[in-house]
């Protein structure tokens, strides 16, 4: 596959962009080769600057839930474009998200829109310690909350991939107030309790992993998190940025049945644009500024062509969405074992609904950031490379997840098999 006008386009990128992008895990470094520069989308399928066409499973990194240029999120841009493209004053549409988002989403009773999934969580981590008086936050190794101080520990996603567990530029003093324990373990986060009584504000985590490779919860976990949280005085937060409307309507809070105090979203609630949101129960949130005294703000908030993209998005969401789109996943899934299994490549492939991620000579559970760290990554950059010469994008990296939608149809999903049969046959 010729990929020539891409390579000259990152060697010319490299002269005015550090490292020739923009996020990290773009750049193919921890693949090797060089990234593909792509020119459109349609549907299920990218079309790059040599005119190659590839099935995307990276969905801009989850927010193309309804694949490519979908008419009605297009069309609700075109039309607000055509009104305004910001006042930096209250609309109308704004209201309309965030009554959507609360019918749709257990834990939210009220929420405020910011510009990333980045900000979100760090406005959520900063009420979390305004509204307890705390200042102790736990996360979990291999979890990715975006790149504020706070949350850059042992963090999962690019800083994985790049082997970068924690960067230079932040603080010990600001580090020291994170603890960072095991996934998927309660009697790491009762010790912690024990240890810091009364200190901790909060417990953040992505309730299925999806930033070391997709690592759904073990079955109590979520629920062990919410009693002792609870119990404790401490706010559970679930980063839902990569799961909510992904795994379920109302995220993997309503798929598993656990309600937490704050959640953050961005990706899918943007429909392509950038947004993020972080809410919670009314209590909790009207300690935020201007309502109480918790300081948090943004020139673009709100910004009404992300905020129509986001409505036009959410209303195409039916509960019938979710459960054609977890059949598929599952499809694939069991369509890529197989297809390891014929030509004897230990493989596990981790998913729910919407998600998934193959992990290579791993253990058969992956259940933790440790089973993650011991697989190939040799072997999954093989495959990787196997696939992009097949017309299949991956995300470039040994620990990020698949995303896939209802376009990602039963004879897409075909292809994409007969592609892995060959990636496999050659690895
Ligand atoms: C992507 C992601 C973020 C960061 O969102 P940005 O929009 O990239 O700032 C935070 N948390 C999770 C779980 C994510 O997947």
Same mark, same amino acid.
């Given at each position: 596959?010729?990929?020539?006008?891409s390579?000259?386009? &990152?060697?010319r990128?490299? !002269?005015s962009?550090p490292g020739?992008v923009n996020s990290?895990?773009?750049?193919?470094?921890g693949?090797?080769?060089?990234?593909?520069f &792509?020119?459109?989308? =349609?549907g299920?399928?990218?079309? #790059?600057?040599?005119?190659?066409r590839?099935?995307?499973?990276?969905?801009?990194w989850?927010?193309?839930?309804l694949?490519?240029?979908h008419?009605?999120?297009?069309?609700? @841009?075109?039309?607000q474009?055509?009104?305004?493209?910001?006042?930096?004053?209250?609309?109308?549409?704004e209201t309309e998200l965030?009554?959507?988002?609360?019918?749709?989403?257990?834990?939210?009773?009220? @929420?405020?829109?910011v510009?990333?999934?980045? =900000?979100?969580?760090?406005?959520a981590?900063?009420?979390a310690?305004?509204?307890?008086g705390?200042?102790?936050i736990?996360?979990f190794d291999?979890?990715?909350?975006?790149?504020s101080d706070s949350?850059?520990?042992?963090?999962?996603s690019g800083l994985?991939?790049?082997?970068?567990?924690?960067?230079p530029g932040v603080p010990?003093a600001?580090?020291?107030?994170?603890l960072?324990l095991p996934f998927n373990?309660l009697?790491?986060?009762?010790r912690?309790f024990?240890?810091?009584p009364?200190?901790i504000?909060?417990?953040?985590?992505?309730p299925? +992993?999806g930033?070391?490779g997709?690592?759904p919860?073990?079955? $109590?976990?979520? #629920?062990?998190?919410?009693d @002792?949280?609870?119990?404790?005085?401490s706010?559970?937060? &679930?980063?839902?940025?990569?799961?909510g409307f992904?795994v +379920?309507r $109302?995220g993997?809070q309503?798929l598993?049945?656990?309600?937490?105090?704050?959640t953050?979203?961005?990706?899918?609630?943007?429909?392509?644009?950038?947004?993020?949101?972080?809410?919670g129960?009314? +209590?909790i949130?009207?300690?935020?500024?201007?309502a109480?005294?918790?300081y948090?703000?943004g020139t673009?908030s709100?910004?009404?062509?992300a905020?129509?993209?986001g409505?036009a998005?959410?209303?195409?969401?039916?509960?019938?969405f979710y459960?054609?789109?977890a =059949?598929r996943? =599952? &499809?694939?899934?069991?369509?890529l074992?197989?297809?390891?299994a014929?030509h004897n490549?230990p493989?596990?492939?981790?998913?729910v609904?919407?998600m998934f991620?193959?992990?290579?000579?791993?253990p058969?559970?992956v259940?933790g950031?440790s089973?993650?760290a011991?697989?190939?990554v #040799?072997?999954?950059?093989r495959?990787?490379?196997?696939?992009?010469?097949?017309?299949v994008?991956?995300?470039p990296?040994a620990f990020?997840a698949g995303?896939?939608? !209802?376009?990602?149809?039963?004879?897409?999903?075909?292809a994409?098999l007969? +592609?892995?049969d060959?990636a496999?046959? #050659?690895?």
């Open positions: 596959m010729d990929r020539s006008k390579k000259a386009l &990152f060697t990128a490299q !002269l962009i020739g990290p895990v773009r750049a193919f470094k693949v090797g080769g060089h990234p593909v &792509f020119e459109t989308g =349609e299920v399928y990218l079309e #790059d600057v040599d005119g190659n590839y099935i995307d499973y990276v969905a801009s989850g927010p193309m839930l694949g490519h240029r008419a009605g999120v297009v069309e609700a @841009i075109r039309a474009a055509g009104r305004a493209l910001g006042f930096g004053a209250p609309t109308g549409q965030a009554e959507r988002v609360v019918s749709m989403v257990p834990g939210i009773e009220k @929420i405020r829109l510009n990333s999934g980045t =900000e979100a969580t760090m406005s981590i900063r009420l310690r305004g509204f307890t705390r200042d102790l736990i996360k291999g979890c990715y909350h975006g790149h949350l850059l520990v042992r963090a999962g994985l991939t790049l082997g970068i567990p924690n960067s010990d600001v580090a020291s107030k994170t960072t373990d009697d790491a986060v009762r912690a024990d240890a810091y009364g200190q504000a909060g417990v953040i985590l992505e299925v +992993a930033n070391m997709c690592v919860p073990l079955a $109590g976990y979520l #629920d062990g998190l919410r @002792i949280t609870a119990r404790s005085g706010l559970l937060i &679930f980063d839902e940025v990569m799961t992904r +379920a $109302g993997a309503a598993y049945g656990v309600t937490p105090d704050l953050t979203l961005g990706k899918v609630i943007g429909g392509g644009l950038p947004i993020g949101a972080f809410g129960t009314a +209590a949130m009207d300690h935020i500024a201007p109480g005294p918790v948090q703000a673009l709100g910004n009404p062509l905020v129509a993209a409505i998005m959410l209303e195409s969401l039916d509960e019938n459960r054609v789109l =059949e996943t =599952e &499809f694939l899934a069991g369509g074992r197989e297809r390891a014929r490549h493989l596990t492939v981790n998913f609904c919407g991620s193959l992990f290579f000579d791993a058969e559970e259940t950031f089973h993650v011991n697989s190939s #040799d072997t999954f950059n495959f990787f490379h196997g696939m992009l010469d097949r017309g994008y991956l995300a990296s990020e995303f896939l939608g !209802l376009h990602h149809t039963p004879d897409v999903l075909d994409t007969d +592609a892995a060959g496999f046959a #050659d690895l």
